[in-house]
C-alpha cells in the first residue's frame, strides 16, 4: 500500500479545522467571535470558580462563628451554674440558721409550757389547799 491510502492522521485534523471554520463561516460565526466565546466562557467558569470559593469561605466563616457562639453559651451557661451554686449555698446556710433559731424557739417553748403546767398544779394544789383551809375555818367559827 502507498501513502495516499494511507490517511495522514495531521490532515485529518487539518481537514476536521477547515471544516469547522467553513462551518462557522457559513453560519455568520468568524474566529474573532468564536475566541470571544471561549473568552467569555472562560471568564464564567472563574466567576463561577471564585463564587464556589466565596461560598467555602462564608462556610468556615460561620462554622466558626458558630463553634465560638457554642463556646462562649457553654461558658456562660457555666459561669450562671457556678453562681446559682454560691447562691444556694449561701441561702442554705441562712435558711440552716433560721431553721436552728426555730428549733430553740420550739423547745425554749416546750420547756415553758412544762413550767407553766406545773405552776398551774402548783397553783391548782395551793387554792385546794386554801380551800380546804377556808372550809375548815369556816366550819370553826360558825359554831
Known amino acids: ?3 495516499e491510502n494511507h ?21 455568520g460565526w468568524s474566529d ?12 464564567m467558569e472563574e466567576l463561577v470558580e471564585n463564587i ?3 461560598r467555602t469561605s462564608d462556610q468556615k466563616l460561620m462554622e466558626s462563628f458558630h463553634r465560638n457562639l457554642t463556646k462562649k453559651v457553654s461558658d456562660a451557661n457555666q ?8 447562691v444556694y449555698e449561701d441561702n442554705n446556710r441562712k435558711m440552716q440558721a433560721k431553721l436552728q433559731e426555730i428549733s ?5 417553748c416546750t420547756k415553758l409550757k412544762n413550767e407553766l403546767l406545773e405552776a398551774s ?9 386554801l380551800d380546804g383551809q377556808r372550809d375548815t375555818y369556816l366550819k ?4
Open 79 to 86: 459561669q450562671m451554674k457556678d453562681q446559682m451554686f454560691i
Open 121 to 129: 398544779g402548783a397553783l391548782c394544789m395551793l387554792q385546794e389547799g
Open 104 to 108: 430553740d424557739v420550739l423547745d425554749n
Open 7 to 27: 490517511p495522514n492522521p495531521q490532515s485529518c485534523d487539518n481537514r476536521r479545522e477547515n471544516s469547522q471554520q467553513e462551518a462557522d463561516h457559513d453560519s
Open 140 to 143: 370553826n367559827h360558825k359554831k
Open 52 to 54: 464556589n470559593r466565596r
Open 1 to 3: 500500500m502507498t501513502e
Open 32 to 43: 474573532d467571535s468564536t475566541s470571544s466565546l471561549d473568552s467569555i466562557t472562560r471568564r
